[in-house]
């Protein structure tokens, strides 16, 4: 194959992969069977039409998203009123995203980070490794609206009142602190999967430079492991936080079906997370025609929104991974 | 490697105490899980108890059930449980076997295609494109689905006679198994194709190498070598694909037709056109009637039945791949 290459493809491969036997020298389809060549057309077809999908999605939601968006509503709270010009903007529903993002991650982060470094790094006894991959990637297989529900028990227990409404002994459980941390169930197997990655791309020799200067296996985790696997945590989180900001089960039954902030108590940051709440994927949800509020073109404006979201996060991974890539691997 | 090489966190961070709270944070994990399992089905077990085998048959409406159970708890005299889920389970399984069908013929094109037969060009776009599908929130997805593909559905493709035919049963107004087939299909391919690629990309060059050596073409090379071997990333991807359409609550609530319905392929076409609601959106639609005890149970003797399905396709995934290891390709 060395010296009978053909011409070179005017752009180079990309990553080396050894499985592509002809790539510089490509076969090509016109002396296959007409069955062959048909399903050569049925992949064009597909992968033209997944991207006709995608670009459909954009270019749509774009064009409702800009008609409809005035930033207006970016700022304004949702008030009740009868035309779809009288009912405010989503100013809470956007807020309420941050917030339980950030409560999400914050929690998800470092529980998913810990249980990374522990199976990757300690592991035993070997019972339990196995028995955590299996949790995780059960969590990861469990239904949202499932951990709602079991949100539900958990956060109308009494012990648990102190983090929502409580009204005559009863705890209504739906709150930010609620949602949040349902939610951070939902990325964690993500921040996982990204950080044991990570840390076992790192080669043994590196952790064995580390001990041999007399650092203690934790020390070398926290200031050799971690900061080599940086770009896989990042990535993990991102992804995970993707996956927060876009669920909608979990903050219809742990959040609150109000389009507002609903305080309990007077101590500043704490009474908003103790109370119920809304998402931007709540709001689009009640504003479809088939939710309660049905204002099709604020749920397409605040949709817009969200997919804004989705994509900087998508372009976020992207932007770590060239990154990580530009810095290299440990082979060299 | 221990107390007399303490380092500059001191000796907080040595390394049994370290060892010893992560430990103990994974077992926190652990313990969650097990704690989510049985409260499930402890809280569900009366509605299981109550109707035994007969939750899962036919009977009655659903919806006239969920209703009944929902004022008995009200009243508190005297609970009801009757339900049988019947309904529900036939369009979970319709819309979950349909879109998994599609999504998985789908994603195996366009995986053999981007690994193999796409230009550079093409896989460039390709790629950030299943990803993009893959991260557009469900509710989006739903939204898009009750403006757009429902309405074409209710007012193109469904005829008047086809509308006056069932006018006495259902009606039909788009909603319906179609919308909601071809929209998971959209949803769990990019998470299939993810996968499939992987697992493609994984399989030994040399094999590879020696069909196309013995003069087989490319395309036949790739589905009787390479997908062959890869056939444990694609039960892997599948399984993954499964679960997620089973648990999909919120993008089926919206577009699938909210009314507890068992379309029936032997009316014909038609069928495709017929509203239903799936398990998990039954849930999404009820959660209001939570605080009523037997309703509360019988939201959870779903959710148990949406973690018993889960549990049973990620084992068959586990065992498939297990008999599949002689292979030689790793999932």
Request: with cysteine.
């Amino acid at each position: 194959m060395e010296s009978s290459v053909a011409t070179p493809p005017p752009s180079p491969p990309p990553a080396p992969a050894p499985q592509k036997p002809t790539k510089d020298a490509i076969e090509g389809s016109a002396t296959w069977q007409l069955s062959d060549r048909i399903g050569l057309a049925i992949c064009w077809a597909l992968g033209l039409l997944f991207c006709a999908i995608a670009v459909a999605i954009i270019v749509y939601l774009l064009i409702q998203g800009l008609s409809y968006l005035k930033p207006s509503m970016l700022v304004t709270p949702a008030t009740s009123g009868f035309s779809q010009s009288q009912t405010g903007g989503f100013s809470d529903a956007l807020i309420g995203t941050l917030i339980v993002g950030t409560m999400g991650i914050a929690i998800a982060l470092p529980v998913g980070v810990g249980v990374a470094i522990w199976l990757v790094e300690y592991g035993r006894p070997a019972g339990l490794a196995r028995l955590t991959e299996s949790t995780i990637e059960a969590i990861a297989g469990i239904p949202s609206i499932v951990l709602a529900l079991f949100g539900t028990v958990i956060f109308s227990s009494t012990a648990l009142g102190f983090l929502s409404r409580t009204s005559e002994g009863v705890v209504f459980g739906r709150s930010f602190f609620a949602a949040a941390t349902m939610l951070s169930l939902v990325a964690l197997p993500l921040v996982v999967a990204s950080t044991r990655e990570g840390l076992n791309a790192i080669p043994q020799h590196v952790r064995e430079a580390s001990y041999a200067v007399g650092k203690t296996k934790i020390a070398t985790t926290r200031r050799i492991l971690l900061p080599a696997a940086r770009p896989q945590v990042a990535t993990g989180a991102m992804l995970g936080l993707g996956r927060i900001i876009g669920d909608t089960a979990i903050i219809l039954v742990l959040l609150g079906a109000t389009q507002n902030f609903a305080p309990v108590g007077n101590t500043f940051p704490l009474n908003y997370l103790r109370g119920a709440g809304t998402t931007l994927t709540n709001f689009v949800y009640e504003a479809s025609p088939t939710g309660n509020l049905n204002q099709p073109q604020k749920a397409y404006a605040a949709a817009f929104v969200l997919l804004l979201m989705v994509l900087a996060l998508n372009a976020a991974v992207d932007v770590v991974h060239r990154r990580a890539r530009k810095v290299g691997t440990w082979s060299h | 490697m221990e107390e007399q090489y303490p380092s500059e966190y001191g000796p907080k961070w040595s390394d049994q105490r370290a060892e010893r709270m992560l430990g103990a944070l994974v077992c926190a994990v652990v313990g969650l899980l097990l704690a989510l399992i049985i409260t499930v089905f402890v809280k569900a077990w009366p509605s299981f108890s109550h109707n035994g085998l007969a939750w899962f048959g036919a009977g009655g409406s659903v919806e006239e059930q969920l209703n009944q159970i929902y004022l008995s708890g009200l009243s508190g005299a005297h609970y009801v449980y009757t339900f049988h889920a019947w309904q529900l389970i036939w369009s979970t399984l319709l819309i979950t076997g349909g879109a998994v069908l599609l999504a998985l013929v789908s994603a195996l094109f366009v995986s053999v295609f981007i690994v193999e037969f796409a230009p550079v060009w093409m896989r460039d776009i390709l790629q950030p494109v299943v990803r993009f599908l893959a991260s557009v929130p469900s509710v989006i997805y739903g939204l898009l689905g009750v403006l757009i593909i429902v309405p074409t559905i209710g007012n193109d493709l469904i005829t008047e006679p086809q509308k006056a035919s069932v006018a006495g049963v259902i009606s039909l107004s788009g909603y319906s198994l179609l919308a909601a087939v071809l929209i998971l299909t959209v949803m769990i391919a990019p998470l299939m194709i993810s996968i499939f690629s992987d697992g493609l990309r994984s399989v030994r060059p040399g094999w590879l190498e020696g069909s196309l050596a013995l003069g087989v073409n490319r395309w036949r090379t790739t589905w009787k070598i390479a997908v062959r071997s890869a056939r444990p990333a694609i039960v892997a991807g599948t399984v993954l694909a499964v679960a997620r359409a089973i648990g999909e609550a919120v993008m089926l609530a919206m577009v699938s037709g909210s009314v507890a319905f068992a379309p029936n392929p032997a009316d014909g076409l038609i069928f495709i056109y017929e509203p239903s609601r799936p398990l998990a959106p039954t849930i999404v639609k009820n959660i209001d009637s939570l605080g009523s005890p037997p309703s509360n149970a019988t939201l959870f003797a779903i959710a148990a039945v949406l973690l018993m399905s889960a549990a049973f396709f990620s084992l068959a995934g586990w065992a498939a791949r297990r008999a599949m290891r002689k292979y030689g390709a790793t999932a």
